[in-house]
């Protein structure tokens, strides 16, 4: 029988026993995990049901006596053997069995459709490290970013004060036009240019 096949006869039977004894090698049983908060707490992952490996054959098992041969044989001619939807069952150096759950796990299929949930991140507002703040702050690039900043905002308010003394001006002259007429006359114009403009009545 093909390991693909056999495999399948594997899930089936864990899936109806809950377990299934691998004679001589371990038994593989399926656990069901609940939805639980990843290590990082950044994501809610979905519940599952995972195969979990024993490599004591203790009894009262169901036993599958009829898969361990053929097994056992594949992992002394390769070392180790792939069990499609369940996993990897190899030996190590001191002769002793290993499982590595597989991946995609058949066992795992009415959940394989449900995908992590993302959180929020959390700020805590009193655990804010002020040191590196303060380092952040000193830091060359930062000190740089900040001059350049106060040389903008320095050049911006004196555009914005010469523009207002303009129009201030401008407002002023206009009205005390009059009054200033005399006076802008002497300044524009020589003594002979008004003696001129007195007698043209200009």
């Known amino acids: 029988m093909e390991i693909e096949a056999l495999s399948k006869q594997i899930t089936t039977a864990i899936k109806t ?5 691998l004679t001589g090698i371990g038994t593989i049983s399926a656990v069901r995990k609940a939805a639980r908060l990843s290590e990082d707490g950044t994501l809610i992952e979905p519940p599952a049901v995972v195969p979990v490996f024993d490599p004591d054959c203790g009894q009262g098992q169901e036993s599958g006596e ?9 992992i002394i001619e390769r070392g180790r053997v792939m069990l499609p939807g369940i996993g990897e069952i190899s030996l190590d150096e001191n002769g002793v069995f290993r499982f590595n759950p597989a991946e995609r796990c058949a066992l795992n299929a009415e959940f394989f459709c449900l995908e992590p949930i993302a959180l929020q991140p ?7 490290p002020v040191k590196e703040a303060a ?9 740089g970013s900040n001059t ?4 903008t905002t320095k050049t911006k308010a004196i555009v914005v004060y010469t523009l207002a003394a303009i ?6 002259l206009y009205a ?3 009054e200033l007429s005399p006076l802008m006359e002497r300044l524009l114009y020589s003594k002979d240019e008004l003696e001129l403009m007195r007698q043209l009545n200009l």
């Open 122 to 128: 959390k700020v805590n507002f009193t655990e804010i």
């Open 148 to 151: 350049d900043k106060e040389k």
């Open 17 to 21: 026993n809950g377990s299934v004894t």
């Open 167 to 172: 129009v201030i001006l401008a407002l002023l």
């Open 135 to 143: 380092v952040k702050e000193s830091t060359p690039e930062a000190a």
């Open 66 to 74: 009829e898969y361990s041969g053929q097994i056992k044989r594949a």
């Open 176 to 178: 005390f036009r009059n």
